[in-house]
């Protein structure tokens, strides 16, 4: 599969708990996107490497939220001491400068339920 | 700033009708790109379209037809002779181009389409 990949793809975890999200890109893409989707709601945008700089983070990602790429390779989103307010879908999508259309490709994502 | 509106939160048809799924979107910039995507119950975004601005040219693609009208700043949907398989959310979003070529999709909220057999 050459898809990008997210795991797990549900986590329920309780109040107050740190949870770790991981994407693995299209291998051949350099940039990472992280959304966020609550229910009814479209995505969001929470942040952004190219490679394994963050180039830009929302203002939706506190100071409880760290994503990481470390080698430009897979990417890691933990959200520390959970919130209800955190329940949603994490959506992983990558692009390439290199594709024609350039559009970003989604992962299924990640459903975060905090009880 | 940017905004996108779906004003069609759901949408019921019966399989075979025609459906016009609608986009409204705001944006200061002349440059910026509009796309579709599809959400099906599975969870992932399926890309269907990207049309640019300064193209205003309909688009048809199968039993999928696009009308981005910049006076209107619209970028409607249709799905001509529905099917069930076409049940999910579909999603309507805008980008402006970044320097680096990255995208951050500005998405609408969504409208939710079943098609009844």
């Known amino acids: 599969d050459t898809g990008v990949s997210q795991n797990p793809r549900h986590k329920i975890t309780k109040r107050g708990q740190n949870v770790t999200f991981r994407c693995d890109p299209i291998?051949?893409?350099?940039?990472l996107y992280w959304y966020r989707q609550t229910l009814g709601q479209g995505p969001e945008f929470l942040t952004y490497?190219?490679?394994?700089?963050?180039?830009?983070k929302s203002r939706l990602l506190s100071d409880r939220f760290s994503a990481e790429r470390p080698k430009g390779s897979f990417s890691t989103l933990e959200i520390q001491r959970t919130e209800q307010g955190d329940s949603a879908m994490y959506l992983c999508?990558?692009?390439?400068?290199?594709?024609?259309?350039?559009?970003?490709?989604f992962g299924q994502g990640t459903r975060l339920t905090v009880v | 700033a940017q905004k996108v509106t779906q004003a069609q939160t759901e949408i019921s048809v019966v399989e075979k009708e025609d459906v016009t799924l609608d986009c409204v979107y705001e944006?200061?910039?002349?440059?910026?790109?509009l796309f579709w995507y599809k959400q099906p119950p599975s969870g992932e975004l399926v890309f269907l379209i990207r049309?640019?601005?300064?193209?205003?040219q309909n688009e048809i693609s199968g039993r999928y037809s696009w009308n981005f009208q910049k006076s209107t700043s619209s970028f409607n949907f249709t799905i001509t002779a529905s099917q069930v398989v076409d049940s999910a959310v579909y999603f309507c979003?805008?980008?402006?181009?970044?320097?680096?070529?990255?995208?951050?999709?500005?998405f609408g909220s969504g409208t939710r389409l079943l098609v009844r057999p």
């Open positions: 999508a990558s692009s390439s400068p290199l594709d024609l259309y350039r559009e970003a490709f």
């Open positions: 291998s051949e893409h350099n940039r």
């Open positions: 490497f190219q490679n394994e700089a963050q180039l830009e």
């Open positions: 944006t200061r910039d002349t440059t910026y790109y």
């Open positions: 049309r640019n601005s300064f193209d205003e």
């Open positions: 979003a805008l980008s402006e181009p970044q320097e680096d070529s990255s995208y951050k999709l500005i």
